[in-house]
């Protein structure tokens, strides 16, 4: 499935200005200003000026809030676009209820307590963003992320994301029989997404600490719905000989 961008001169303005080069000034600015996150219960709130703001909206980490106070902006950072910041590019602290600024370990402990699937989570997020594309949440898809090429609001998104552990196991309870992937499948292609399964294998390191991460391993697999009315050969080819044969 190609791109779909919106409107005119989009694929050109995406192309100007790469997402690595903006999650890269966003990763600058953080550690300059030394920002840090209040951690709230799943997520992170992080309180930011104008221009730490519009770094945050292009490169598509967290949703600002609307609040009563006029001279603060707020963001709310996702538990994986958090531990990205934390963890991955190193730009972020996360400070929890008492005051006490959380290790990337106790973050990790923490986030696993609220979702017990984070490993596996984490691990297809950064690996998605690795590669320079905008992961978002796709709770309103059915599915664990989207992933567009740019920003949402120059492309549509592309890829509908199940993050997935490999083998069987008490974690891996979706598209396991032939209903569920019809029916992710064809909510996928109605929506024009191609659903991406994002396998991790742990290789036996279980999950103790963030350490572990760079021990796991990804596979990426595509799952498309066949059209019936595809057909390997040009019809169209096959009726004008039929034509001239008759003649």
Same mark, same amino acid.
């Given at each position: 499935?190609?791109?779909?961008?919106?409107?005119?001169?989009?694929?050109?303005? %995406?192309?100007?200005?790469?997402?690595?080069?903006?999650?890269?000034?966003?990763?600058?600015?953080?550690?300059?200003?030394?920002? *840090?996150?209040?951690?709230?219960? *799943?997520?992170? &709130?992080?309180?930011?000026?104008?221009?730490?703001?519009?770094?945050?909206?292009? %490169? #598509?980490?967290? @949703?600002?809030?609307?609040?009563?106070?006029?001279?603060?902006?707020?963001?709310?950072?996702?538990?994986?676009?958090?531990? !990205? &910041?934390?963890?991955? &590019?190193? #730009?972020?602290?996360?400070?929890?209820?008492?005051?006490?600024?959380?290790?990337?370990?106790? &973050?990790?402990?923490?986030?696993?307590?609220?979702?017990?699937?984070?490993?596996?989570?984490?691990? %297809?997020?950064?690996?998605?963003?690795?590669?320079?594309?905008?992961? @978002? $949440?796709?709770?309103? !898809?059915?599915?664990?992320?989207?992933? !567009?090429?740019?920003?949402?609001?120059?492309?549509?998104?592309?890829?509908?994301?199940?993050?997935?552990?490999?083998?069987? =196991?008490? $974690?891996?309870?979706?598209?396991?029989?032939?209903?569920?992937?019809? *029916?992710?499948?064809? $909510? #996928?292609?109605?929506?024009?997404?191609? $659903?991406?399964?994002?396998?991790?294998?742990? =290789?036996?390191?279980?999950?103790?600490?963030?350490?572990?991460?760079?021990?796991?391993?990804?596979?990426? @697999?595509?799952?498309?719905?066949?059209?019936?009315?595809?057909?390997?050969?040009?019809? @169209?080819?096959?009726? =004008?000989?039929?034509?001239?044969?008759?003649?």
């Amino acid at each position: 499935m190609k791109p779909r961008w919106k409107g005119k001169g989009s694929k050109a303005k %995406a192309s100007a200005d790469p997402m690595s080069k903006i999650v890269s000034q966003l990763q600058s600015s953080l550690i300059q200003t030394k920002t *840090c996150g209040l951690l709230s219960s *799943c997520s992170v &709130l992080v309180e930011v000026d104008t221009e730490l703001a519009d770094l945050l909206n292009r %490169a #598509c980490f967290g @949703r600002p809030r609307i609040t009563a106070e006029k001279d603060k902006q707020w963001f709310q950072l996702d538990m994986e676009e958090t531990f !990205y &910041l934390c963890f991955s &590019l190193k #730009c972020l602290q996360v400070i929890s209820e008492d005051g006490s600024i959380k290790s990337n370990e106790e &973050l990790w402990e923490y986030f696993k307590s609220k979702k017990p699937v984070f490993p596996i989570s984490y691990k %297809a997020y950064s690996h998605l963003r690795h590669k320079n594309w905008v992961v @978002r $949440l796709g709770l309103q !898809y059915g599915v664990d992320f989207v992933a !567009y090429r740019h920003h949402p609001a120059l492309v549509h998104s592309e890829y509908a994301v199940l993050a997935l552990p490999e083998g069987d =196991n008490d $974690l891996n309870v979706r598209l396991r029989v032939w209903s569920d992937v019809h *029916c992710t499948v064809r $909510l #996928c292609g109605s929506v024009a997404k191609t $659903l991406l399964i994002v396998v991790v294998n742990s =290789n036996g390191l279980g999950a103790n600490s963030p350490s572990c991460l760079e021990h796991y391993t990804v596979e990426e @697999r595509t799952i498309t719905r066949w059209n019936p009315e595809q057909s390997r050969e040009d019809q @169209r080819g096959l009726q =004008n000989q039929t034509k001239e044969g008759i003649l």
